[in-house]
């Protein structure tokens, strides 16, 4: 009976040793701690862009006809990697019909894309003595838009080329992705936990 008893536990332990053996080999990921690799980040960065500038205007209804008003300006933009910009304008502008004479002053703030922005702001004329409202789209080189004079209560709508570019883009900051720490990249080829191809994995000690 003791005989029978041992050879089966003997038969047991075999077979036990035989299927542990077994799954190492057919199993891969016997023996290690597997763990999903951190994925690539990226961090929206920003930064700021200041230009003073000059340009021509030319204003609907210019009792100066052809001839364009002078342009004096400085820009501050803010600008993201998403190439979202938003910030503030304040230019001069100067008749010189029948000598330099100081026209109007305007403050707007600016917002929009890198590529074209809106401008948004009020204004003084000191040649008529009226304060402005201003609206006005900008590019590269080029702003059109209007003022309204609320003394006449007009429109006075203007075409603008200036020295103004798009402002200079940044790039977001990329954290690149890896293992976690203690972990390294191990190739399973041919399998599929927890996807095929590099995962993150550290051997574990047998308890």
Not at 54 to 63: D, E, I, Q, R, Y
Not at 161 to 189: A, H, K, M, W
Not at 197 to 206: E, F, Q, R, T
């Amino acid at each position: 009976m003791y005989k029978k008893l041992s050879t089966t536990l003997l038969g047991a332990l075999v077979g036990f040793m035989s299927a542990t053996s077994f799954a190492q080999l057919t199993d891969p990921f016997s023996g290690y701690d597997i763990q999903p690799e951190i994925p690539a980040s990226s961090k929206e960065t920003s930064h700021t862009d200041s230009n003073a500038y000059a340009g021509l205007v030319w204003t609907w209804g210019n009792k100066q006809g052809l001839k364009p008003d002078f342009l004096l300006g400085f820009r501050s933009l803010h600008v993201e990697s998403s190439d979202t910009v938003q910030g503030g304008d304040f230019n001069v502008r100067v008749k010189y019909n029948q000598g330099l004479k100081l026209d109007g002053v305007r403050l707007a703030y600016v917002a929009g894309k890198r590529n074209f922005m809106g401008n948004y702001g009020v204004g003084y004329s000191f040649t008529n003595k009226d304060f402005l409202a201003t609206v006005a789209g900008q590019g590269d080189f080029y702003r059109f838009g209007t003022d309204y004079s609320f003394k006449n209560k007009a429109l006075k709508p203007y075409a603008e080329i200036n020295t103004l570019e798009r402002p200079d883009g940044i790039e977001p900051n990329v954290q690149p992705g890896g293992c976690p720490t203690g972990y390294s990249i191990v190739y399973f080829g041919g399998f599929t936990y927890p996807n095929d191809g590099p995962n993150c994995a550290k051997l574990v000690d047998p308890i």
